[in-house]
């Protein structure tokens, strides 16, 4: 089956850095595109990030541009969210995802920012932040 697991969340002071992980097993990433959400207690998942099948094109919510870097590496079916000058209220649980088609089959039915535009996910991982 396909699975994703998140790494790297845990505690980290306001302007600090952490850097996230997700690895994908169960099938290859090489042709698809990846995002990571976010949650914040008693809300819904938001978008944070999109970087699309070879990591050439990347974009991000307004919240966490600047700050944030999504990079993916298919050698190792992983994909990465480097957090930067984080903010207390980054403090979320984070997704990673990952679509189980091409393209061509999300791209007049949905954004990429939209979480329809997936079909797999991670457990995630909780990221505090504190103040």
Known sequence: QVQLVEYGGGLVQAGGSLKLSCVVSG????NYAMGWFRQFPGS????????????GS????????GRFTVSRDNTKNTMY???NA????????YYCAVRGKSDY???????????EAYDYWGQGTRVTVSS
């Open 86 to 93: 984080l903010k207390p209220e980054d403090t979320a649980v």
């Open 81 to 83: 969210l480097q957090m």
């Open 58 to 65: 990347t974009y991000y919510a307004d919240s966490v541009n």
């Open 27 to 30: 099938r290859p990433v090489s």
């Open 44 to 55: 819904s998942r938001e978008f944070v990030s999109f970087i699309n099948y070879n990591g």
């Open 105 to 115: 089959y999300y791209s007049y039915t949905y954004t990429d920012s939209s979480a």
